[in-house]
Each structure stands twice: as structure tokens, then as C-alpha cells.
């Protein structure tokens, strides 16, 4: 069965802090991981990560894929009061044909302290 | 064990057809929404429902209806008024009322495919 394990659940940290979140997968015909993050609505897209290696930077946060050992990391550095969220990661797989389904972790839920 | 289910996985109607997806919870949680997924897309909301008997449009709610008469149940119906139906639809529910951030647990989808 195709499953994406988070962690940690829950983290509290103070401003400026950098913090790592994990992501695990196991999936078959994996084609991409998502990152998102949730506020209080629609979670808002950050990253879509494809390939092994290669980072993606969005100002201070950044992600990066390691298809071997089948997980990925979320870093955000200099945290600030507005990244408290709860941060999801989803793995889309190939299977549905041409279009891929979304199997969502249990997120990981952060609150930046002044 | 608790969880969300959605059912069927895949699912396939006429052009023209009214379709209704299931969304069901066991976590005991107030809040339940309804999303959809396209590709190279991020998710997107149609309807959320804070409490029982209550329910808001999203950001796409045209097109679709939706009732929530058990805190447990979140049935989404595709009217033939949706003009791209075909999509990856996806179920959430949360454990507040949504005034707080609050993680929201996915099932684990319905595609649907208008033919």
C-alpha cells in the first residue's frame, strides 16, 4: 500500500531558527513529490520535486528529493512568525494514466515563537 | 482505525450525468472539505463545511453542490452545470472549526473521468 510518513508532527521553535521537516514515501510509479503549505484554508502550493539531487529554493525555504532512499527534506532558515502552518508533503503516482494521484502525509505542524 | 474513505476510486459518467462522490470520516472531526486536483495545478477548493448543517462555497464552486446532514458524511455532487469535470477529486477533514490552524487529514481520492 502506497504511504508517505511525515515528521516530526509537531515543532516549536523561536524566530530565526532553521528548521528541517521529513518526508518518507513508499509508493509505486512514483512521479512526483509536493510540498505544501496549509494555513487555514486550501493548502498553498511551494514545491514539486521530480529528480534526485537537484534543490529548489523559494527565498528561505528550500527542498530537495532523494529518490534512492525514497524521502525528502523541507528547509525553511530565519524562520519567521508567518511559517507557522502545517506543512504537507503528497506523493503523486502514475496510477490513473496520464494523470497522477495525490497520497498526502499526516503533515507536519509548525509554530514559530517570537 | 480512523481515517478518511472516499469511494469509488475511479469513477467514469456521460457527458451530461449528475455524479455524487463519497466522503466519509471516522475522526469524530468538525470540519470537512472538498478539493480538487489538476494536473500541474495545485489543489483547489469547492466546498467546506465547518459544522453540521453548514457548508461554503470555495473557489470553485460552480458547477458543484454539496449537503452535510451527519458530522461524518461530505458527499460532493458534479452537476452537469461543471463545465471540466473530469479531475483527481479530493476529500480533507480537520478537527476545529478551521479558525485555528488545524492539520487536515486527506482521503485518499476519487478520479473522475467524464466521458
Known amino acids: 500500500e502506497d504511504k508517505v510518513v511525515q515528521s516530526p508532527l509537531s515543532l516549536v521553535v523561536h524566530e530565526g531558527d532553521t528548521v528541517t521537516l521529513n518526508c518518507s514515501y513508499e509508493?509505486?510509479?512514483?512521479?512526483?513529490l509536493l510540498w505544501y503549505k496549509q494555513e487555514k484554508k486550501a493548502p498553498t502550493f511551494l514545491f514539486m520535486l521530480t529528480s534526485s539531487g537537484i534543490e529548489k529554493k523559494s527565498g528561505r525555504l528550500s527542498s530537495i528529493l532523494d529518490k534512492k532512499e525514497l524521502f525528502s527534506i523541507l528547509n525553511i532558515t530565519a524562520t519567521q512568525t508567518g511559517d507557522s502552518a502545517v506543512y504537507l508533503c503528497a506523493v503523486e503516482n502514475e496510477d490513473g494514466g496520464s494523470q497522477g494521484n495525490l497520497i498526502f502525509g499526516k503533515g507536519t505542524k509548525l509554530s514559530v515563537k517570537p | 482505525d480512523g481515517g478518511i474513505t472516499q469511494s469509488p476510486k475511479y469513477l467514469f459518467r456521460k457527458e451530461g450525468q449528475n455524479v455524487t462522490l463519497s466522503c466519509e470520516q471516522n475522526?469524530?472531526?468538525?470540519?470537512m472539505y472538498w478539493y480538487r486536483q489538476d494536473p500541474g495545478q495545485g489543489l483547489r477548493l469547492i466546498y467546506y463545511?465547518?459544522?453540521?448543517?453548514?457548508?461554503q462555497k470555495g473557489d470553485i464552486a460552480e458547477g458543484y453542490s454539496v449537503s452535510r446532514e451527519k458530522k461524518e458524511s461530505f458527499p460532493l455532487t458534479v452537476t452537469s452545470a461543471q463545465k471540466n469535470p473530469t479531475a483527481f477529486y479530493l476529500c480533507a477533514s480537520s478537527g476545529t472549526s478551521g479558525s485555528s490552524i488545524d492539520t487536515q487529514y486527506f482521503g485518499p481520492g476519487t478520479r473522475l473521468t467524464v466521458l
Open positions: 475522526l469524530n472531526h468538525d470540519a
Open positions: 463545511s465547518q459544522i453540521v448543517n453548514d457548508f
Open positions: 509508493v509505486t510509479n512514483f512521479r512526483s
